[in-house]
């Protein structure tokens, strides 16, 4: 799953889980992103996800891409290519790798792939001056629909634009505002709820054919539509649950076990594996059927519940005042054992998994060796350990930034500095210059391999002499470089991953293989 792969390995997780059934096959947790070092609660406007698994938001007029690590202002990356004065209102990333913005004017999308922007010319928008948008959403056969606050519609299919405007109309007529709160795609057709409690049709089979239906004794909002197995699920606010079947039969929708909140702000998400309710106290996962597979609490500090829901596979993102959370699956592993991180830095720099499930991790806030059983040993003092590698069955050689090799004794449970001689050449050439930053680690029969920042080294295995590799053309500066993987091949070559391309060495003879210029 994207996002507990991508950057959820080291958050420190601040929900608790309150309830669950065996429906999903993991169990879930929450976690609040944290989006800028400095800012605990940040305003969320909208909330969008690209297929990289990257987090998209916006706040305060501006768009941001999280990675994990930091917040990316995309404007700033566009500036010079800035076709509209206008602020954005609305954000959303489509299958075409889109960034679509809607402004109260304008609208507009930056093309992912190229990072050009590109402006939806006026003509094909509402002949109207106030554009402002209510939502954009994209539908399950990829459609996109831009909804305004004024009735009108626009479906984006790849590069064609269809306007919509039979809600507008219904206001015009009816001297009342009916505007679009909710979109969904069931039985062939687009289904709209309103502020009127009526819903459109739109079939997209039928030239955009639409159809506009009262829906017996409701006359409040219809802030969510699910498409489901039997029938189209209305909510009609504050808390009613209705159902339409396809032959236009209209029942109460009564789940087992789950109700709306009455006077609460919530959302109701609708995904392809699950839908997700979440109010100001919890988080629901729903099956088809509404029913609750698992309850988590909401970890929120004012009574002002999620805005925005975006859900990508078996994972949510809520969208609050506060800032961003994000349901997803424990995972099973490394993860659940590792001590909370409580640096702002959560980058972990080399991992080794022994057979019996035991493991050695190092990150920029100390390193740590953890038993099989859970038990943990940190070294709080070893803050940068760059690569570990193998030496036997409990000792670990840990290659720094800074402190050259030290060894890990797994049966003493200590990191001791490697003891190490330097061979006559070496001393007279290269005693100044050393391998202290430890980039990659290999063998061969007779030697560790060391990569470093400044070139490969050899270390003797049986008499730990240390020397710098040196290729047949006796040149001191010949391979310089930065070596950040090393890999043997199966003919006695060594294939070099260096900061300026990749290089093999054959028989002592280094021969640049990529690129072959430059």
Request: glycine letters at 8%.
């Amino acid at each position: 799953s994207y996002l507990s792969k991508k950057w959820f390995f080291h958050l420190g997780l601040i929900g608790s889980l309150c309830a669950g059934q065996a429906a999903f096959s993991q169990d879930y947790t929450i976690a609040k992103l944290k989006l800028f070092p400095d800012r605990d609660e940040v305003l969320i406007k909208d909330v969008t996800t690209d297929s990289l698994g990257f987090i998209w938001f916006l706040t305060n007029g501006e768009i941001y891409r999280y990675d994990g690590y930091r917040s990316l202002d995309i404007l700033k990356t566009i500036a010079g290519q800035q076709l509209t004065d206008d602020m954005p209102q609305r954000i959303l990333i489509d299958r075409q790798h889109r960034l679509w913005m809607a402004g109260n004017a304008n609208l507009s999308y930056l093309d992912l792939k190229t990072w050009m922007v590109h402006a939806v010319d006026s003509s094909l928008l509402p002949p109207v001056h106030n554009r402002m948008v209510s939502w954009i959403k994209q539908l399950a056969d990829s459609t996109v629909m831009v909804a305004y606050e004024n009735g009108h519609l626009l479906l984006i299919h790849d590069n064609r634009f269809v306007p919509i405007d039979g809600l507008y109309h219904e206001s015009v007529a009816a001297n009342n505002k009916v505007s679009p709160l909710c979109v969904t795609l069931w039985n062939g057709k687009y289904w709209v709820g309103t502020t009127v409690g009526t819903v459109l049709s739109i079939d997209p089979y039928r030239g955009c054919r639409t159809e506009y239906h009262q829906l017996p004794g409701i006359h409040q909002h219809i802030p969510n539509l699910i498409a489901g197995d039997d029938g189209l699920i209305v909510n009609a606010s504050p808390d009613q649950l209705y159902q339409l079947r396809s032959q236009g039969e209209w029942e109460a929708f009564v789940p087992e076990g789950f109700t709306l909140a009455e006077n609460e702000y919530y959302v109701l998400g609708e995904g392809k594996q699950m839908h997700v309710y979440a109010d100001t106290k919890s988080a629901c996962l729903l099956d088809a059927d509404f029913g609750i597979t698992q309850q988590i609490a909401m970890p929120l500090k004012n009574r002002f519940g999620p805005k925005h829901v975006c859900i990508i596979g078996d994972e949510a993102v809520l969208g609050t005042e506060e800032g961003i959370f994000v349901i997803y699956p424990k995972t099973k592993g490394l993860s659940q054992f590792i001590p909370p991180n409580a640096s702002t830095n959560k980058s972990t720099r080399g991992i080794y998994v022994y057979p019996d499930g035991a493991f050695f991790y190092s990150t920029y806030q100390g390193a740590g060796f953890v038993e099989s059983d859970g038990t943990v040993w940190p070294f709080e003092q070893l803050r940068h350990a760059y690569v570990l590698y193998p030496i036997n069955d409990h000792e670990l050689f840990v290659g720094t930034e800074g402190g050259f090799l030290k060894i890990f004794d797994r049966k003493r449970h200590r990191v001791t500095d490697i003891h190490y001689t330097l061979t006559p050449e070496t001393a007279a050439k290269h005693a100044f210059n050393l391998p202290v930053n430890v980039m990659s680690l290999a063998e061969t029969d007779s030697d560790y391999l060391i990569g470093s920042s400044g070139g490969l080294w050899l270390l003797d295995k049986k008499t730990y002499s240390l020397r710098r590799f040196a290729d047949v053309s006796g040149e001191p500066h010949g391979l310089d470089l930065q070596i950040r993987y090393i890999q043997l091949t199966p003919q006695g070559s060594m294939l070099l991953s260096t900061n300026v391309g990749l290089f093999e060495v054959l028989q002592r003879q280094v021969i640049k293989r990529y690129p072959l210029s430059g």
